[in-house]
C-alpha cells in the first residue's frame, strides 16, 4: 500500500463534494491572481478617452499602436538590453556565491561551519540600511552612479536566503557519489563540478528565476544607484506615463506588460525545475 492510498488527507479519500469545494476554491484563488493580469491587457489596448470613459470597462475599439507607441518612447530594446547585462550579471554571481558557499557548509567540511550558518541565517533577520549602502558606495568603494555599485547592490541581495535554500537541497544528496569520486581520483573542486553541481538544476533554476525576476522588477535601486538614466533598466521607464497631475494608464499599462513579459516567458522554461527544487529545499533546511 502506498504512502498516498494511506494518507487520510490525500485527494483520492475526498468524496465529490470535497472534490468540488477544493476545485471551486482554487478557480476562485486563480480567478483573484488573473484579475489584475487581465485588467492591465484590457486598459493597454484601449485609447486616452475610452479609458477615461470607462476605466475598468471591456475595451470596445482595441488600439494596438499603444504598444508600437511605447516601444519607441521607452526606447525598450536599449534598455531590455542595458536589463539583461545588470541583472544577469548579478543573479549569476549571486548564484555562483551562494551554490559555493552552501557545499562546504552543508557537508561540514570545515570546524566552523555550522556556525557560520547560524551566523548567515541570523543576519537574514536583520534590515538593510539604504544610508549605509549608499555611504559604502560612495565614501568607501567610490563607484555610487555607476552600473557596477547596482550589479554589487543587487548581488548581495537575498545572498543569504539561497544559501540557506542550496544547503537545503545538498542535504538531499548522498555524500556516498562524492565520496565515490574522490575514491577514483577526483579533487575537491572537480567532485563538485562533475557530481555535485549537474543534480542541483533544480535548485539553482530556482534560485536563478527568483532573482532575476527581483532584479528586473527592481525599480528603486536602478533610480538610486545609476545616475546617467540612458543606464538604467527597463522598469525604471514605467515612471515615464506618471504626472504630478495627471497620468497616461493605458500606456503605463503597456509599459507594464512589455516589462512583465520575458520574466513571464523564461518562468513557463524553467517552472519544472522552479518545482522541484523548491519541493527538495523545503525537505530539509
Known amino acids: 500500500m502506498t504512502l498516498l492510498h494511506r494518507s487520510k488527507g490525500s485527494p483520492s479519500q475526498l468524496n465529490?463534494?470535497?472534490?468540488?469545494?477544493?476545485?471551486?476554491?482554487?478557480?476562485?484563488?486563480?480567478l483573484i491572481m488573473l484579475y489584475p493580469i487581465g485588467l492591465v491587457l484590457n486598459i493597454s489596448l484601449k485609447?486616452?478617452?475610452?479609458?477615461?470613459?470607462?476605466?475598468?470597462g471591456l475595451v470596445q475599439q482595441?488600439?494596438?499602436?499603444?504598444?508600437?507607441?511605447?516601444?519607441?518612447?521607452l526606447q525598450v530594446l536599449q534598455k531590455f538590453f542595458t536589463t539583461i547585462?545588470?541583472?544577469?550579471?548579478?543573479?549569476?554571481?549571486?548564484?555562483?556565491?551562494?551554490?559555493?558557499?552552501?557545499?562546504?557548509?552543508?557537508?561540514?567540511?570545515?570546524?566552523?561551519?555550522?556556525?557560520?550558518?547560524?551566523?548567515i541565517l541570523a543576519s537574514m533577520f536583520f534590515p538593510s540600511s539604504l544610508i549605509a549602502n549608499i555611504t559604502l558606495m560612495k565614501d568607501i568603494l567610490g563607484i555610487y552612479g555607476s552600473p557596477l555599485a547596482l550589479i554589487l547592490i543587487w548581488?548581495?541581495?537575498g545572498l543569504q536566503l539561497y544559501t540557506f535554500m542550496f544547503v537545503g537541497f545538498l542535504k538531499q544528496i548522498p555524500r556516498e557519489l562524492e565520496e565515490a569520486a574522490v575514491m577514483d581520483g577526483a579533487g575537491y573542486f572537480k567532485a563538485y563540478i562533475k557530481v555535485v553541481l549537474p543534480l542541483m538544476k533544480p535548485?539553482?533554476?530556482?534560485?536563478?528565476?527568483?532573482?532575476?525576476?527581483?532584479?528586473?522588477?527592481?525599480?528603486?535601486?536602478?533610480?538610486i544607484y545609476?545616475?546617467?538614466?540612458?543606464?538604467?533598466?527597463?522598469?525604471?521607464?514605467?515612471?515615464?506615463?506618471?504626472?504630478q497631475f495627471s497620468s497616461k494608464w493605458n500606456y503605463l499599462s503597456v509599459s507594464i506588460v512589455l516589462v512583465a513579459l520575458p520574466m513571464v516567458i523564461l518562468y513557463l522554461?524553467?517552472?519544472?525545475?522552479?518545482i522541484e527544487g523548491i519541493a527538495a529545499g523545503a525537505i530539509k533546511g
Open 85 to 119: 547585462f545588470l541583472s544577469g550579471t548579478a543573479t549569476i554571481i549571486t548564484v555562483s556565491a551562494a551554490a559555493l558557499a552552501a557545499y562546504p557548509i552543508s557537508r561540514m567540511h570545515f570546524k566552523a561551519a555550522k556556525y557560520v550558518y547560524a551566523l
Open 62 to 73: 482595441p488600439v494596438f499602436e499603444n504598444y508600437v507607441i511605447v516601444f519607441k518612447d
Open 226 to 243: 545609476i545616475s546617467n538614466p540612458a543606464l538604467r533598466t527597463l522598469s525604471t521607464g514605467l515612471y515615464t506615463y506618471m504626472g
Open 16 to 30: 465529490g463534494w470535497q472534490k468540488f469545494a477544493v476545485y471551486a476554491l482554487l478557480l476562485i484563488l486563480a
Open 203 to 223: 535548485i539553482i533554476a530556482t534560485v536563478f528565476i527568483l532573482k532575476i525576476i527581483g532584479t528586473w522588477n527592481d525599480f528603486l535601486s536602478p533610480y
Open 269 to 274: 522554461f524553467l517552472q519544472k525545475y522552479i
Open 155 to 157: 548581488s548581495i541581495g
Open 47 to 56: 485609447s486616452t478617452a475610452e479609458y477615461y470613459a470607462d476605466p475598468i
